[in-house]
Each structure stands twice: as C-alpha cells, then as structure tokens.
C-alpha cells in the first residue's frame, strides 16, 4: 500500500472564482418507491440512482425507468466501463449492472460519512460530507491513495475531460465546484437555486451534469458550462 497525502484548499479562493448561475435544463422523477435520490451514474446510455433502498436506472431521453435493483443505496454511485460502485451505509459494493449482483464490497473511507463517488484513472474518488474531503481510493482494498480538503460540505464527484468537479449542500445553498485535482483550489462555481440541493453529481462526457436532488427525489440535469468545455 502507497501512503496518501492531503492537498488542501483555501477558502479565499471562493471569492477568485468564476461564479454564474446553474442552468437546470430538465428534471426527472420522482420515482416511484425511492425514498429520496443520492448518488448518480451515467453508463454511456442510462442514468442511475440511487434511491434509498433501490438503486435505478432510467432513459434521459424518454425519462422513463428501465431497470430497478432492491439494494441499499445510500450516498454515492458510480461506473467503471463495466461494473456498477455503490455506497451503502460503511462500504462501497462492487455491482453486475446486469443482475444487480454484488461482486465484492469495501469499506468506505468516511465509515458511514461518505457522499458522493465517481470513477477515474483507475481509482474511486469519495466525497466524505461533513468532513469536506474528497479521497482518492484504490478502487479493490479500499485504501486512501489522496486526499483534498475542501471549504463546503461535499456532496457529489465527478471528473469530465481532467476537471474535477464536486458537488456542495450546507443550509438552503447548494452549487457545483471545479476544482484544481492538484491544489484543491477553487476555480470556478455554477450556484443552484435557492433550496434547489445537490445530493449526487456526474457528468455524461459532453454538456451535461446529472444532479441527485436529495429528498425531492429528483435528478435534475444541469448545463455544463461552455468554457469549461473548450
């Protein structure tokens, strides 16, 4: 096992970075027998949740579910070209996106704390809420590889094209973070609405973000901003 190290951000970066409304371009849900919407994932084709105690899939064309597994699904989901990630209470289950079958488990860096999970080169990025960390996670034991430290509750991870993205909740405000992946410093910020939460984040590969929308039990799609993507 590597040891890990911490890369922390400066909360004056806040006030340096480039800030402009979120465009929420469409809401899906909410579904039916999910309590409320955590993680979410995009396969190439379908959008998953995770809804409590169901982890789901729906067409974000059509909107309509496609696929529904009864397992816990509390924070967290993610996929790696071929399998399913899920956090479920203090690990992160290893899933068949075709049978719903649980491959292997590991534990959780946070113990029960974490939200949000994303793939990328290689490994597991977890977002640890309250603790305001991101870790970098080998992706089979479960061992912490790095860490960022961030200034907001996250709550939502996402890489798209070497930007890494994060998702934030405290009080009545939620927005969607780029962060630097090397120095955590802040650099730019898309502000939801008003009592509009990010519970879950993940980009599709090109324009969009999907949002897990916490207990309203929605996911809502979100602009990518246009710079971002030159």
Same mark, same amino acid.
């Given at each position: 096992? !590597?040891?890990?190290?911490?890369?922390?951000?400066? +909360?004056?970066?806040?006030?340096? %970075?480039?800030?402009?409304?979120?465009?929420?371009?469409?809401?899906?849900?909410?579904?039916?027998?999910?309590? !409320?919407?955590?993680?979410?994932?995009?396969?190439?084709?379908? =959008?998953?949740?995770?809804?409590?105690?169901?982890?789901?899939?729906?067409?974000?064309?059509?909107?309509?579910?496609?696929? =529904?597994?009864?397992?816990?699904?509390?924070?967290?989901?993610?996929?790696?070209?071929?399998?399913?990630? *899920?956090?479920?209470?203090?690990?992160?289950?290893?899933?068949?996106?075709?049978?719903? *079958?649980?491959?292997?488990?590991?534990?959780?860096?946070?113990?029960?704390?974490?939200?949000?999970?994303?793939?990328?080169?290689? !490994?597991?990025?977890?977002?640890?809420?309250?603790?305001?960390?991101?870790? *970098?996670?080998?992706? %089979?034991?479960?061992?912490?590889?790095?860490?960022?430290?961030?200034?907001?509750?996250?709550?939502?991870?996402?890489?798209?094209?070497?930007? #890494?993205?994060?998702?934030?909740?405290?009080?009545?405000?939620?927005?969607?973070?780029?962060?630097?992946? *090397? +120095?955590?410093? #802040?650099?730019?910020?898309?502000?939801?609405?008003?009592?509009?939460? =990010?519970?879950? #984040?993940? +980009?599709?590969?090109?324009?969009?973000?999907?949002?897990?929308?916490?207990?309203?039990?929605?996911?809502?799609?979100?602009?990518?901003?246009?710079?971002?993507?030159?």
């Amino acid at each position: 096992m !590597s040891s890990s190290k911490t890369t922390t951000a400066n +909360s004056s970066d806040t006030a340096r %970075a480039t800030t402009r409304p979120a465009e929420i371009v469409r809401e899906y849900g909410p579904f039916e027998g999910a309590t !409320s919407v955590g993680g979410v994932t995009h396969d190439g084709r379908r =959008v998953w949740a995770a809804g409590g105690a169901k982890l789901l899939a729906f067409d974000p064309a059509s909107g309509e579910p496609e696929r =529904v597994f009864e397992r816990a699904a509390d924070a967290g989901t993610a996929f790696d070209g071929t399998h399913l990630y *899920q956090i479920a209470e203090a690990r992160i289950d290893k899933i068949d996106p075709a049978t719903g *079958q649980v491959l292997a488990s590991i534990p959780s860096p946070g113990g029960g704390s974490d939200s949000g999970l994303t793939w990328a080169e290689g !490994s597991l990025w977890v977002g640890q809420y309250r603790d305001r960390k991101i870790h *970098q996670i080998d992706p %089979a034991t479960g061992a912490i590889r790095r860490t960022i430290e961030c200034t907001r509750f996250v709550t939502g991870v996402t890489w798209v094209d070497g930007e #890494l993205w994060h998702g934030t909740w405290e009080g009545d405000e939620s927005d969607l973070r780029r962060i630097d992946p *090397q +120095s955590g410093a #802040l650099l730019e910020r898309l502000e939801m609405p008003r009592d509009v939460g =990010v519970s879950g #984040l993940e +980009s599709d590969g090109a324009d969009l973000f999907y949002c897990g929308g916490g207990g309203s039990g929605k996911v809502r799609a979100v602009r990518r901003p246009r710079a971002a993507r030159a």
